[in-house]
């Protein structure tokens, strides 16, 4: 069964404006980390950010930021002020056992 | 001084040909993995080790043998190339399984021709 689920292939922002990515994952642990990696055209795996699940206040790295909504187990990525250079693939993962698990990505295309 | 280095960084082979991927970690981490990233961008888990030990096997053919020498390299060998495996293929790492982020490498774009 699949951990993590990203629900939109694709998503399209303009640029300056704010875009938000969705994620729901599955799990019975109560203490466990998420994470949003990017990757661009030069598949470069890249983290963005990380969530730590006993942490109620959500996580924030400059332009980019998450709703973690624990009961409802999604994880959302929030980009700010979007740039050309934030056009990529973006991964939600959940470590899951012995190893990361991974949505099956959004491709975000940011227009001029 | 990258974290994550495997190489090649491009393969491109025939079929039924023997091909080995590099990884080496210089992070001092315990647990080293391989994915494959099909022409979709789905990441799949192909192997786990934790100091030098298999945790994970998925089910992946035989032909694709990993290797750990020590901590910080796990290779993978595959033998008998299909034109199946044409895929990218990532080296990551973590300081310990379960609950710490994967660095990644960046990659090796496999093409069986």
């Known amino acids: ?112 | 001084d990258t974290a994550v280095s495997q190489t090649p960084k491009y393969l491109v082979t025939q079929m039924g040909n023997d091909k080995s991927i590099k990884c080496e970690q210089n992070l001092g981490h315990d647990t080293m993995y391989w994915y494959k990233q099909d022409s979709k961008k789905f990441l799949k888990i192909m192997f786990s080790y934790n100091n030098k030990e298999l945790i994970i096997n998925e089910t992946v053919p035989n032909r694709f043998s990993p290797k750990s020498p020590d901590k910080a390299h796990l290779n993978l060998h595959i033998n008998s190339l299909e034109l199946g495996d044409s895929a990218v293929y990532f080296c990551a790492s973590s300081l310990q399984t379960g609950n710490t982020e994967a660095f990644f490498g960046q990659g090796t774009r496999l093409t069986v021709v």
């Open chain 1, 1 to 112: 069964a699949q951990t993590v689920t990203q629900s939109q292939p694709e998503m399209s922002v303009q640029e300056a404006e704010t875009v938000t990515l969705s994620c729901t994952y599955d799990t019975s642990e109560s203490d466990y980390y998420l994470f949003w990696y990017k990757q661009p055209p030069s598949r470069q795996m890249i983290l963005v950010i990380r969530q730590e699940a006993y942490k109620q206040q959500n996580a924030t790295e400059n332009r980019f930021s998450v709703n973690f909504q624990k009961a409802a187990k999604s994880f959302s990525l929030k980009i700010s002020d979007s740039q050309l250079g934030d056009a990529a693939m973006y991964f939600c993962a959940y470590p899951h056992n012995n190893d990361m698990r991974f949505g099956a990505g959004t491709r975000l295309t940011v227009k001029p």
